[in-house]
């Protein structure tokens, strides 16, 4: 673990999933001082939704595009090659209507990209983001992990499985959540979460 990507995308001023992950990070830092960190406030500073131009240029090899797709495809690089330059990823984000902030679905758009994260073989799709480890920080007012809300998780699932499809299988998550049933379920919910955290950090 030599490079950290983190990447938060809450637009709330007090975000549990921005502070759990951060103070994560914090942890795995302590644990390798050498290690350098990117870090993502898809909150304060969220990505565009994919347009037309970027879209056409995305597909596109270099040389084929336009100065205008050319342009446009500036911040899709920059952000896939960040993510491919790191080895570890702590992802964080809130369950909103049951599934993933609309920023973070933009950010995975510009990373998901064909001969960067992931190609196409005989044999069918092949994730080329390999080797890391990757942590999702999932914050929730009700209780998502267990129970009969399950199958209203849409988030992770959907993490896991995009992940997986750019090559990142090694998946970790930690659930803050419980947090709208009164001041002893949002304490127990902290301090669930830091427990997990101390955990990961000390086996990472």
Same mark, same amino acid.
């Given at each position: 673990? &030599? &490079?950290?990507?983190?990447?938060? /995308? /809450? ?5 549990? &999933?921005?502070?759990?992950?951060? +103070? ?10 050498? %290690?350098?960190?990117? $870090?993502?406030?898809? *909150? ?6 994919? !347009? ?10 270099? =040389?084929?595009?336009?100065?205008? +797709? ?5 911040? /899709?690089?920059?952000?896939?090659? +960040? #993510?491919? %330059? ?5 992802? =964080? ?8 902030? /609309? &920023?973070?679905? @933009? ?7 064909? *001969? ?5 073989? %005989?044999? *069918?799709?092949? *994730?080329? %983001?390999?080797?890391?480890?990757? $942590?999702?920080?999932? @914050?929730? =007012?009700?209780?998502?992990? !267990? ?10 699932? $959907? #993490? ?30 902290? =301090? @669930?979460?830091?427990?997990?955290? !101390? ?6």
């Amino acid at each position: 673990m &030599s &490079s950290i990507l983190l990447v938060t /995308s /809450s637009p709330r001023a007090e975000s549990l &999933s921005t502070k759990v992950a951060t +103070e994560f990070v914090d942890k795995l830092k302590a644990n390798n001082a050498a %290690a350098t960190v990117a $870090y993502r406030d898809l *909150g304060k500073n969220p990505i565009a939704h994919l !347009d037309p131009v970027t879209t056409s240029a995305i597909k596109k090899q270099p =040389a084929d595009r336009t100065p205008e +797709e050319a342009a446009a495809v500036v911040e /899709s690089d920059t952000l896939t090659n +960040e #993510l491919l %330059a790191a080895d570890t990823v702590v992802i =964080a984000t809130g369950l909103i209507n049951f599934n993933i902030y /609309s &920023s973070l679905k @933009s950010w995975i758009d510009m990373v998901a990209r064909a *001969g960067m994260t992931f190609r196409y073989t %005989a044999e *069918g799709p092949e *994730g080329l %983001a390999k080797n890391k480890k990757v $942590y999702i920080v999932l @914050s929730a =007012a009700g209780v998502y992990s !267990d129970g009969p809300a399950v199958a209203m998780n849409h988030a992770v699932p $959907y #993490l896991k499985t995009v992940l997986a499809f750019m090559g990142m299988n090694d998946v970790e998550v930690i659930y803050v959540e419980g947090t709208a049933f009164g001041p002893e379920a949002f304490e127990k919910a902290i =301090a @669930s979460a830091a427990a997990r955290t !101390d955990e990961l950090a000390k086996a990472a």
